[in-house]
Every structure is written in structure tokens, then in C-alpha cells.
Nanobody, 122 residues
């Protein structure tokens, strides 16, 4: 089982990035996938999630700026990030679960990627 994030990097304020998360080794299409981020020394912040039926969820901090999508044929979930701010600087992780998480409160994910760094410079 593997989740591999890519697409991170350094971008100026107001710029865009698209993160990808390639999954292998499990039934991706029947799983829910989420994107979270973490700033060093702080807790995980869930940003967005997408269920196997395509229904999506967004945190208020990214609503209107980030878009999650999935391509089951490619076993990949994406996070399109627009209008990036310095506060978006963090390590971004994707995660998958066979359950149906609420994306808020307490829940667990079955698999995690190792993360990709996003740095937004002013």
C-alpha cells in the first residue's frame, strides 16, 4: 500500500499549485480521500475530503480557493490550490480510508502519504 504526494514547491502569494496523490496497493475507487496539512510543531489541519461517490467537503480556511478531485482510472486524488497565502505554507499530506469520515472532529484514516512541502512566499 502506498500513497505518494507530488506537486509541492515554492510559489508567490496569489499563485497556484496542484498537488497529486497517487495510490497503489488497495481499492482506491471505493475509498474516501482527504488532504491535510501540518506546520512544524502544530497539529494536523484537515483541508478537504472527497468520498467514493464524489461528494466533497472543505474547511472554511480553504473554501473557494482549493478544489479536490479524483481520477479513479489513475488511482489519483488532486488538490488544486489557488490564491495561495503565506499562511498556506505547510507540509501537505493525503490520506485514504475505507470509512466515511466526517472530516471534522475525531476520525481515523487507513493510509497516509509522506507529505509534500508547500511554501508560499510574499
Amino acid at each position: 500500500v502506498q500513497l505518494v504526494e507530488s506537486g509541492g514547491g515554492t510559489v508567490q502569494t496569489g499563485g497556484s499549485l496542484r498537488l497529486s496523490c497517487a495510490a497503489s496497493g488497495f481499492g482506491f475507487s471505493s475509498y474516501a480521500d482527504g488532504w491535510a496539512r501540518q506546520v512544524s510543531g502544530k497539529g494536523i489541519e484537515w483541508l478537504s475530503g472527497i468520498y467514493s461517490d464524489g461528494k466533497t467537503w472543505y474547511a472554511d480556511s480553504v473554501k473557494g480557493r482549493f478544489t479536490i478531485s479524483r481520477d479513479n482510472a489513475k488511482n489519483t486524488v488532486y488538490l488544486q490550490m489557488n490564491s495561495l497565502k503565506a499562511a498556506d505554507t505547510a507540509t501537505y499530506f493525503c490520506a485514504s480510508t475505507q470509512g466515511r469520515p466526517s472530516w471534522e472532529g475525531r476520525f481515523t484514516m487507513d493510509y497516509w502519504g509522506r507529505g509534500t512541502q508547500v511554501t508560499v512566499s510574499s
